[in-house]
Nanobody
């Protein structure tokens, strides 16, 4: 059974930092593209960043230069370092594991709130 468990969310003031983690089990982690999405109230779920099995990175324009995605295959974990947070970053952040042939899996989400 596949589990993706996010952690590291919380409340922070504008300009602050948080690091999200997503621990995966039940999958061959190293062959999956790992993604972070976020969903604000009343809005669609949007891609924030992704890292392929080969280490290629992609970021949404709104977070480029502030957020960094990374992965530790030995720990089956993907991270999202978020710096210089803005109120517009407030959302539930979801971890996603994707492989074209082996499936698409989601975590339960972790809340990030940025407010003065």
């Amino acid at each position: 059974q596949v589990h993706l468990v996010e952690s590291g969310g919380g409340s922070v003031q504008p300009g602050g930092s948080l690091r999200l983690s997503c621990a995966a089990s039940g999958i061959n982690f190293g062959i999956y593209t790992m993604r972070w999405y976020r969903q604000a109230p009343g809005k669609q779920r949007d891609l924030v960043a992704h890292i392929t099995a080969g280490g290629e990175l992609t970021y949404a324009d709104s977070v480029r230069a502030r957020f960094t995605i990374s992965r530790d295959n030995a720990k089956n974990t993907v991270y999202l370092q978020m710096n210089n947070l803005e109120p517009e970053d407030t959302a539930v952040y979801y971890c996603n594991a994707f492989h074209f042939y082996r499936g698409n899996y989601w975590g339960q989400g972790t809340q990030v709130t940025v407010s003065p």
